[in-house]
């Protein structure tokens, strides 16, 4: 799914009602977004995948559930996963407030989307996570209920591509999923021993 071509989703096979939600609010605020009169402002609407950072975010909380062993396949797992790498969403934004030619809407996202099975096979193995049994549906619904949230986050598929970054020369850092998480599980090892270092300084300072 480019920019060009790609379906913005909430009615296709199997989109649940509540669906919608996201998808018309993003409707909405593209259609407030460009209705606006900026006569000498260039407008770019980055349509972002989630990005990964290490420690404290999606990732973070999806590699702490991971060590208890709820990092299994979520739902069918064919799902397709967008995501981009936190070095080079700020390199996109970056490169397109430099690109004075280009204005609409614009994917921010991974050349490399992959299904949910490969996308958390991948993330276990830098984690060194050997057992995690696959998460069906409901348990999903469930979850979410409790969690304030919609499972829709999971379970919907989203293969995007990022069209008009690869068009304008864009070069990715980190294109594929492998050699992100391999990176990020090494930038969080090295927070979390920095994190550890710290606190132990703190309490020794404490008991001095």
């Known amino acids: 799914?480019?920019?060009?071509?790609?379906?913005?989703?909430?009615?296709?096979?199997?989109?649940?009602?509540?669906?919608?939600?996201?998808?018309?609010?993003?409707?909405a605020w593209e259609a407030a977004f460009f209705e606006a009169q900026t006569p000498r402002t260039r407008k770019v609407a980055t349509r972002s995948a989630i990005v990964m950072i290490p420690?404290?975010?999606?990732?973070?909380?999806?590699?702490?559930?991971?060590?208890?062993?709820?990092?299994?396949?979520?739902?069918?797992?064919?799902?397709?996963?967008?995501?981009?790498?936190?070095?080079?969403?700020?390199?996109?934004?970056?490169f397109l407030i430099g690109r004075g030619d280009m204005e609409g809407a614009v994917n921010v996202c991974s050349p490399n989307p992959l299904p949910n099975r490969e996308f958390l096979r991948l993330l276990r193995s830098a984690f060194g996570v050997h057992i995690a049994p696959p998460l069906p549906e409901w348990t999903l619904r469930l979850g979410s209920i409790l969690m304030r949230t919609e499972a829709e986050l999971v379970l919907k598929s989203r293969r995007v591509v990022p069209g008009r970054l690869l068009a304008a020369g864009f070069e990715f850092a980190y294109p594929d999923w492998p050699t992100a998480i391999r990176d990020l599980a090494s930038r969080g090892r090295a927070s979390t021993q920095n994190e550890r270092q710290y606190r132990a300084q703190q309490e020794a300072h404490r008991e001095s």
């Open 1 to 27: 799914m480019d920019e060009s071509t790609g379906e913005l989703g909430g009615s296709e096979a199997g989109a649940q009602p509540t669906w919608r939600f996201s998808t018309d609010v993003a409707r």
């Open 55 to 94: 420690g404290v975010s999606w990732l973070g909380k999806l590699t702490n559930l991971m060590r208890w062993g709820l990092g299994g396949t979520e739902g069918p797992g064919t799902q397709f996963m967008s995501w981009i790498h936190q070095i080079d969403f700020v390199r996109a934004v970056e």
